[in-house]
């Protein structure tokens, strides 16, 4: 089977829930006997569970695929992004790296590109993606799993902070409203993040530009407790302005030419 085809059917099948077998061979673009081959490997692989003529995602899977599609939004922007943000590193320092999905492009550029870093995490794909990383310490924190972000939040993620300080620390965000408060989603994720930035010296914000002029249910911090913002040139003159008013240093990332068009 190839990788594509194999993505294009959890895609679907994420997407549309149970389904036919006519209407995932349609949407992928397969031959009948083609995708029930598909299928049996998929479920012997445990992806997906076939059901009488049709089949379904497997319910961990729903998980992974719901994290591949909230990093694919506005993927060549976090890359930008992620590219700038590795030229602040300070090799050597400690640095944490926040469960954002902007802020895993800073991953994968640090996996391409390593540094002699001492990396913290709360977010599970990140340190997965540093752990053999030669020069690259990783510590995950400990806690309780929020299957919705691949993260660890909670008291026990808290309490470790607490104990902990960090030279850099690289922020992802919800959302940003036109106050200068950011906020998320999830009321543990909040919390958590409040506390990075009480134990970081340096404080950046990673978040491409949709995620400015929003609002999410849980308060996080207001801008003012951050130092620098690296965005994107989507960001519009009047939060760029904004920003600076706030008295923060905002770096933005040239878009490919495709997408700044």
């Not at 569970?49 to 694919?72: K, N, S, Y």
């Not at 009480?198 to 996080?220: C, H, M, P």
Request: charged share 20%; glycine share 8%.
């Amino acid at each position: 089977m190839k990788p594509d085809r194999a993505q294009a059917i959890r895609q679907f099948l994420f997407s549309n829930g149970s389904s036919s077998i006519a209407a995932i061979a349609q949407a992928v673009g397969a031959s009948l006997p083609t995708l029930r081959r598909d299928l049996a490997e998929l479920e012997e692989a445990g992806v997906v569970v076939r059901t009488h003529g049709g089949a379904r995602l497997a319910d961990q899977f729903e998980v992974e695929v719901a994290f591949e599609q909230r990093e694919a939004q506005a993927l060549l922007a976090k890359r930008a992004i992620g590219d700038l943000a590795y030229d602040m590193l300070q090799p050597g320092t400690s640095i944490f790296l926040d469960s954002g999905t902007t802020v895993l492009q800073l991953a994968r550029r640090i996996r391409v590109n390593p540094l002699p870093l001492n990396v913290f995490t709360n977010c599970l794909p990140a340190a997965q993606m540093l752990i053999d990383v030669v020069g690259v310490k990783v510590t995950l924190l400990g806690g309780q799993l929020r299957k919705e972000n691949s993260s660890v939040v909670g008291p026990l993620a808290e309490e470790m902070l607490e104990r902990l300080w960090f030279g850099q620390l690289f922020l992802g965000a919800g959302a940003i409203a036109v106050d200068g408060a950011m906020s998320s989603v999830d009321e543990n994720e909040a919390r958590l993040n409040s506390v990075m930035i009480a134990r970081s010296e340096q404080r950046i914000l990673l978040s491409d530009s949709s995620k400015f002029g929003q609002r999410l249910t849980y308060r996080v911090a207001p801008m003012t407790d951050l130092q620098t913002v690296v965005t994107d040139t989507g960001l519009s003159a009047e939060w760029f302005d904004r920003l600076g008013a706030f008295g923060l240093d905002v770096r933005q990332a040239d878009l490919p030419q495709a997408v700044a068009a």
